[in-house]
């Protein structure tokens, strides 16, 4: 999406399309009876008689004839009871309005802001969620068809009418964006097949956007991870062809690397479960198992494009988790990167493995806080559904202001419980420190709290996105498929860290 500068009015828009906002008592909102006046009395007569809906995403397509304007559609948004209006019911609303504008091909829109307000939320939150909503639902799968002529359409400009300031609205509107493309670019990560997304790939994707925004880059190959002595990621890469890669990236916003925000994600590029092998049906998907990495690369994204003034270290465990005869079993015993001791019980239990060594290595490039994302256990979609990220963390005040972050993006997560009786089992073990899988009860709260053991006293939280990275079908904001599901939440907690702690007194 690009965007022009000019504010525009019913008569000068250059767009053919004109997006209008309408609720119960519409007239009441400011520029009502210019907009009778300019698109005619029958629009007012057919809200009333129930032809233009003004329930809740409910979305009209009416064409219209004046001679003083270029507008020839307009798209009538339903928002319902104006008293109900939330920010996360707009943004999903405009995605809905996003994927009308791709089955239409539009690639031109003028919006009228005024039409979406309602107090608090004014008209520069509108131009943001438009952007975001839009951007997000306008998404497609990318796909390998051979039969497809379909030429992919984009939108190229946007119009705005409104009486707002032209420069902020902009402004709001190309942060809007910054979101959607880069949850979208996350989504198309998690889509992308495994034989098309190695761990080399993934690496040279994240070398791309340092390459872009300046970020400075590791890529540790597998001899370099043997030598440094990385034993849980090379155990679940042991079974595989492909090379493993540890993944660093740093954004340095400040003149002292201090204060690091880390971000540490799960990039199993596949999944087989090892020689604990997944049952056939258990097995589809798993090439999403890399939603973890794919929502840290896309939060590097937003820092990118925005350059907040926070410090920031990302760090990502890329391999599949294969079977050969050199593969890992299960009665095995590791060293990890710690120097800790893992017996291996279930080879399918791999992602914590590969996150015991990114998140020591995380604290070792100077991560002060750490966020670990991870597709990690089925158990989070028994206990929460597909609709819930579940988390887990060591620190009330920093989790506090991480909810308060995915409040603002309307990412839905849910603390859960992690007990010493939880710790005790995760530590029991008669040949090593640890062991990586001590029940199939309330097991999330164990894979998560596998990690915590690395982590030590850094304020930590664990996010298992196995249930919400991945959709079994469409949603009001995009296909079904990848989510790009924490990318903005990862980025909004970076972009407000320094507020987050002040007002909670430091973390
Ligand atoms: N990648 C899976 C978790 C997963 C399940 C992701 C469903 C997405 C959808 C993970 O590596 C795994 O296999 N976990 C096991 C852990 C168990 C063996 C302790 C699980 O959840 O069953
Ligand atoms: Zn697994
Ligand atoms: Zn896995």
Do not use: C
């Not at 982590?455 to 930590?460: A, D, G, K, L, S």
């Not at 904001?477 to 702690?501: I, N, S, W, Y």
């Amino acid at each position: 999406m690009k965007t022009i500068k000019d504010m525009k009015t019913f008569e000068t828009t250059t767009s053919e399309l004109l997006i209008v906002g309408v609720r119960k008592n519409s007239n009441l909102i400011k520029g009502w009876d210019q907009f009778i006046s300019f698109f005619g009395n029958s629009i007012e007569e057919w809200i009333r008689e129930g032809d233009i809906q003004t329930d809740q995403k409910k979305l009209t397509k009416i064409p219209v004839k004046t001679s003083n304007s270029n507008v020839k559609r307009v798209l009538f948004v339903g928002l319902g009871d104006q008293k109900k209006l939330t920010e996360q019911l707009l943004r999903e609303t405009f995605g809905l309005v996003g994927k009308e504008l791709k089955k239409l091909k539009a690639n031109s829109f003028s919006i009228w802001l005024e039409s979406f307000t309602a107090a608090p939320i004014d008209e520069n939150d509108i131009s943001f969620l438009s952007a975001e909503g839009i951007g997000m639902g306008y998404y497609t799968i990318p796909n390998y068809k051979t039969t497809s002529n379909e030429p992919d359409t984009t939108i190229e400009t946007v119009e705005f009418v409104t009486e707002a300031d032209i420069d902020e609205v902009v402004s709001s509107f190309n942060v809007g964006k910054v979101y959607a493309d880069s949850v979208n670019e996350a989504r198309s990560l998690v889509n992308r097949p495994p034989n098309l997304l190695t761990a080399p790939d993934l690496a040279d994707y994240a070398v791309q956007l340092a390459e872009q925004y300046g970020f400075e880059v590791e890529i540790l190959n597998k001899a370099e991870l043997e030598e440094l002595g990385m034993g849980g990621i090379l155990a679940v890469n042991q079974g595989s062809s492909i090379e493993p890669r540890m993944i660093t990236l740093k954004y340095q916003a400040k003149e002292t690397f201090e204060n690091v925000v880390g971000l540490v994600g799960k990039g199993v590029t596949y999944d087989t479960g090892g020689y604990s092998i997944k049952p056939k049906t258990g097995m589809v998907g798993m090439k999403g198992d890399m939603g973890g990495a794919a929502a840290v690369l896309g939060a590097m994204r937003i820092v990118g494009e925005l350059r907040p003034d926070q410090n920031v270290v990302a760090v990502i465990g890329a391999t599949d988790n294969m079977i050969s005869s050199d593969a890992m079993k299960p009665d095995d015993v590791i060293t990890t990167y710690s120097g800790k001791t893992v017996e291996v019980l279930n080879s399918d239990a791999e992602g914590r493995l590969v996150l015991a060594d990114a998140v020591t290595y995380a604290k070792q490039q100077g991560a002060n806080y750490l966020i670990d994302v991870a597709t990690l256990t089925g158990g989070v979609i028994t206990a929460l559904g597909y609709d819930k990220t579940g988390a887990l963390s060591n620190n009330e005040a920093f989790f506090d202001a991480f909810i308060e972050a995915s409040i603002e993006t309307g990412e839905f997560v849910w603390g859960m419980p992690l007990t010493e009786s939880d710790k005790k089992r995760i530590r029991k073990s008669d040949v090593a420190d640890l062991n990586n899988s001590p029940g199939s009860d309330g097991h999330m709260i164990f894979g998560g709290g596998f990690v915590g053991e690395f982590v030590e006293n850094t304020p930590w939280i664990h996010l298992d996105i196995a249930g919400t990275s991945d959709a079994k079908s469409a949603h009001d904001l995009g296909p079904k498929g990848g989510t790009g599901v924490m990318v903005r939440t990862l980025a909004t907690l970076v972009e407000r860290f320094e507020d987050l702690q002040k007002e909670r007194n430091s973390f």
